[in-house]
């Protein structure tokens, strides 16, 4: 298997949904009172893109795009129209929208991650899929324009020389969902005006 650095088409996968899935076991006790353990470190995108099919013309980019993935054999980029951005959606990326850690004079790479802050409490989702071209980054508040590079494929960025001790390392960016299809079959139904339909299209976030 492999990874397949394609994106879905985005006029179809516009029109999808779908979000992030947790795993928690719920124990309810004699008490009534319950017992809940996280299987899951991480939340695990899901997404039907069926919803975005409108011509037939979908449907033959959408059988395209599957054939050359193999069905669920390769993974490939997903953009989450919900959910693509380092900031709120109405804003456009700035390279202090996310920390990604705080340099120690010896370190060069640091990982592109997202926080997702509610009261006090906050998750950090790793981005090993950013889009090229996108990436912002700022070290002590001041934008770098040079002296660093990004690896599209996993979020990585790496300094030319490492930031002092103390300076924060921040970064802006949009990113994609690193996804397979969840099964080796299309259903694919064309009627007699020529409009067709896939009454499921599931995709699967995988990790890489």
């Not at 899901?46 to 975005?52: N, P, R, V």
């Not at 996310?98 to 004079?105: E, P, R």
Request: proline residues 5%; aromatic residues 12%.
């Amino acid at each position: 298997m492999a990874f397949h650095e394609v994106r879905f088409p985005d006029n179809i996968s516009r029109g999808a949904h779908g979000g992030p899935r947790r795993r928690t076991d719920v124990v309810t006790l004699d008490s009534g009172r319950e017992e809940r353990n996280a299987r899951w470190a991480d939340s695990r995108h899901a997404y039907d893109a069926s919803y975005g099919v409108r011509r037939a013309d979908d449907l033959a980019a959408v059988k395209a795009f599957f054939e050359a993935r193999n069905g669920r054999l390769h993974g490939f980029r997903w953009k989450d129209w919900a959910d693509y951005k380092s900031c709120l959606p109405s804003q456009g990326p700035a390279p202090t929208d996310q920390v990604l850690g705080i340099g120690n004079g010896s370190a060069t790479t640091f990982q592109l991650r997202k926080e997702y802050r509610s009261g006090f409490w906050s998750y950090w989702r790793t981005i090993r899929k950013p889009v090229a071209g996108s990436v912002v980054i700022a070290v002590n508040g001041a934008q770098r324009i040079s002296g660093w590079s990004v690896d599209p494929p996993t979020g990585v960025v790496t300094f030319s020389s490492a930031p002092g001790s103390g300076q924060g390392v921040t970064a802006g960016f949009e990113f994609d969902v690193p996804v397979r299809f969840e099964s080796d079959e299309l259903d694919i139904t064309l009627d007699f005006e020529r409009l067709g339909s896939i009454p499921a299209i599931q995709l699967l976030e995988i990790k890489v």
